[in-house]
């Protein structure tokens, strides 16, 4: 059965507990699982992918996750990103659901660049993005309170989560599953083209 892959590093537990938050609003809608980057499974600069290339393949959706360090992803996820072009050149991840959360330390800390990486890793595996659909100060739960719509973003200068950003993360693995959800069932329905 296919499921949600949440994959990502987390140097502490801020990213991670994203990560989880995630997974809760994704499992609303079937399976999902998290795949966390540790560090010491680096070796030589490279993450070691093939250990996972089943569990990734049979996802329909991955979301990624890291905090945002000097303006991008932490090199323990660029280890991962870069373990990923084995399955570049032929489109092993295409038409999957992709997206993305972050973490900083400032209100402004150039997580979009984070989150503009992931992007960009995703539409070099021909994968599909899904955003936010919530524009930021309109959402009575007070969702995106950072008002990105590229991907869930936090702000944690002190370790701790807003409950708004949790509550974002959770919304994004909502939409993201039901989004996969919606496009197997499309597949199912399809017919054959002559």
């Not at 209100?107 to 899904?130: E, I, K, S, Y």
Request: glycine residues 10%; aromatic residues 8%; charged residues 15%.
């Amino acid at each position: 059965m296919s499921h949600i892959q949440i994959v990502y590093y987390s140097s502490g537990e801020s990213t991670h507990q994203l990560a989880e938050a995630i997974r809760d609003g994704a499992s609303e809608y079937g399976p999902a699982r998290l795949l966390r980057i540790l560090p010491q499974h680096i070796r030589h600069g490279r993450y070691p992918i093939q250990a996972f290339a089943d569990e990734l393949q049979d996802a329909s959706a991955i979301i990624f996750g890291s905090p945002t360090f000097m303006g991008g992803p932490a090199a323990q996820f660029k280890a991962f990103a870069d373990a990923s072009s084995a399955g570049w050149c032929r489109q092993a991840w295409a038409d999957k659901i992709a997206a993305g959360f972050t973490i900083g330390g400032n209100l402004n800390g150039d997580q979009q660049c984070t989150l503009a990486c992931f992007a960009t890793l995703a539409a070099q595996h021909g994968m599909l993005w899904c955003g936010l659909d919530i524009a930021a100060g309109y959402s009575p739960e007070g969702l995106n309170r950072l008002g990105c719509q590229l991907g869930a973003t936090a702000h944690s200068p002190d370790g701790k989560l807003h409950p708004s950003d949790l509550a974002t993360a959770r919304y994004l693995g909502r939409r993201v599953a039901r989004l996969a959800q919606r496009m197997r069932v499309s597949a199912l329905t399809e017919e054959p083209q002559t």
